[in-house]
């Protein structure tokens, strides 16, 4: 019996929630079941360390084995071994029928070999289950190493961080604007790139400030490092953040509202926008609620319980190609589609 999770990328950049496949594979082998993570050939962890067993080969699959799939694959999740139990890991709620041609149809109440689905914040799992009624989703609660990510004492230089790679003219709209009205005199501004965790971390720890941009994320763990770290965040909590910016060093702006977002920044980059106390006590809040040791319990537990359903399933067996687990037009479709509605903004259909 083996838990194989695919993995839908084939490149070496961070993309979504890769790197929890292997945390989540790791955890399992951890507690003594068999599971590996099945990635393409092009596919490389740069970002990120993990004890994961990886494989790349054509494998074969059967009765007892269980397969994790990511939102991404759509429509082609039940398809990628016909009968064989699967349980869909959603960590973009957002993406559910992205891929998917009939929505009355979807796999999650379509397939009779799905055994779970997972995801990985409050309102994930409340959209998914108003989306997916019966589904029986499950929440696991996503934790942050309390090493890589500890508080930094002050004091800090008046520093901006923020994710080169998320929503990047929506950054750009936001910066200029902040600098036309001298908002940003006196403070220095980094773009993280997509380098490693580490690296990451380092940005967060030397930052007063880091500005979110996320976009229908999830969950947004980046903003959950970053006040782990003891930055002020302020910016978009992606929908899927919501729960943490109950902080106090937390400020969030509507979704998509540039000019809110340009008006709450400048007002508290023009003041004490870091103080250590506050910065300090939103750290200790987060670290002690999103534990590694509250997610790998999550894990162990959604499953547990995925391995008992599958085993009153028969089964089947199929053999799986690296080359078919990677979703190589995901970005791809992404652009054409956004592209599309350009073109076609009042949504007619050209003959």
């Not at 230089?157 to 036309?180: G, H, T």
Request: a neutral charge.
């Amino acid at each position: 019996m083996t838990v194989y999770f695919l993995n839908p990328s084939n490149s070496a950049v961070a993309f979504g929630g890769v790197q929890k496949l292997y945390d989540w594979a790791a955890v399992l082998d951890g507690a003594g079941i068999d599971a590996a993570v099945v990635e393409s050939r092009n596919f490389s962890p740069g970002w990120f360390q993990t004890t994961a067993r990886r494989v790349r080969d054509p494998l074969s699959v059967g009765p007892g084995d269980l397969l994790a799939v990511s939102e991404v694959y759509g429509d082609r999740a039940p398809l990628l071994a016909p009968g064989v139990p699967w349980v869909s890991l959603n960590q973009n709620p957002f993406d559910t029928f992205r891929w998917v041609g009939d929505w009355r149809a979807h796999p999650y109440t379509a397939s009779e070999s799905l055994v779970g689905a997972a995801t990985v914040s409050e309102y994930s799992q409340r959209l998914l289950e108003q989306l997916c009624p019966g589904a029986g989703v499950a929440r696991i609660t996503l934790g942050v190493d309390p090493e890589l990510f500890a508080f930094v004492p002050g004091p800090r230089p008046r520093r901006i961080v923020y994710l080169a790679r998320k929503r990047q003219e929506q950054a750009k709209y936001v910066l200029a604007s902040l600098a036309a009205s001298g908002a940003l005199d006196g403070w220095e501004v980094e773009a993280v790139g997509a380098s490693s965790h580490t690296a990451v971390a380092q940005a967060m720890g030397r930052a007063q400030v880091f500005l979110s941009f996320g976009w229908r994320e999830g969950f947004g763990l980046p903003v959950l490092e970053a006040m782990a770290r003891g930055c002020t965040v302020i910016g978009f909590s992606g929908v899927g953040g919501r729960e943490l910016f109950k902080h106090e060093n937390a400020i969030s702006v509507p979704e998509d509202d540039l000019v809110e977002f340009i008006s709450v920044a400048r007002s508290r980059l023009g003041g004490d926008v870091w103080d250590e106390g506050t910065a300090l006590a939103t750290s200790q809040a987060v670290l002690g609620e999103y534990q590694p040791g509250v997610e790998r319990a999550g894990v162990l537990s959604f499953f547990g319980e995925a391995l008992r359903r599958a085993e009153q399933l028969p089964g089947a067996e199929a053999v799986i190609k690296p080359a078919d687990v990677a979703v190589p037009q995901v970005r791809s479709l992404r652009h054409l589609r956004k592209l599309m509605r350009m073109l076609n903004p009042s949504g007619l259909k050209h003959h």
